[in-house]
């Protein structure tokens, strides 16, 4: 999946614009995403990539779109 396609996602499950979401915003301060809405996302998000929170390997992972992306796809079963 390219970035875009996730962005996508992000928005779809966080009701945030599109055009906000991008690899280097951060959750809480860019996009005003809460705790409970990042526990919906990265729920649904773990669905989706069919991977389990071992995932993240660091706070780091969820802190920016970008890192996400990245932390889910190390797991993804192709």
Known sequence: MRFEQFGQLVSDITNVRLEDVRESSRFREDLGIDSLQMVNLFTQLTV??????????SADDLLTVGNLYRALHRGEIK
Do not use: A, D, S
């Open 48 to 57: 989706r990539f069919q991977v389990g929170v071992e995932v993240i390997e």
